[in-house]
């Protein structure tokens, strides 16, 4: 139905920059917000940032000042920029999407990339 597709991750010094995107293809009737998580080894899954659709995004406190989180709504996009990124923020990070299927289903229905990996080395 959805699939979300990442892109942008690597590997940096301590103190580099990267930028993720993701973009949502497959039939979409809206797209209620879009958020970065990740996962880092031996850890739980966390959220990094989100931007609700019309609303103002959030970040984790860790990342707040060094993490951007933005989003293209013509092209069912979003994008993490990721600034003085130091060796903690080495992580598995997912792109995940909260979608309206259809105008008649308005369940929303969560949606997962398969995962970027981002490491950061002191």
């Known amino acids: 139905q959805v699939q979300l597709v990442e892109s942008g991750g690597g590997s940096v010094q301590d103190g580099g920059s990267l930028r993720l995107s993701c973009a949502a293809s497959?039939?979409?009737?809206?797209?209620?917000?879009m958020a970065w998580h990740r996962r880092a080894p031996g850890k739980q899954r966390e959220l990094v940032a989100a931007?609700?659709?019309?609303?103002?995004?959030n970040t984790e406190d860790s990342v707040k000042g060094r993490f951007t989180i933005s989003r293209d709504n013509a092209k069912n996009a979003v994008y993490l920029q990721m600034n003085s990124l130091k060796p903690e923020d080495t992580a598995v990070y997912y792109c995940?999407?909260?979608?309206?299927?259809?105008?008649?289903?308005?369940?929303?229905?969560?949606?997962w990339g398969q995962g970027t990996q981002v490491t950061v080395s002191s």
């Open positions: 995940n999407a909260v979608v309206q299927l259809h105008t008649l289903l308005p369940s929303p229905v969560n949606f």
């Open positions: 931007i609700p659709d019309g609303g103002a995004a």
């Open positions: 497959g039939t979409v009737f809206r797209i209620l917000s």
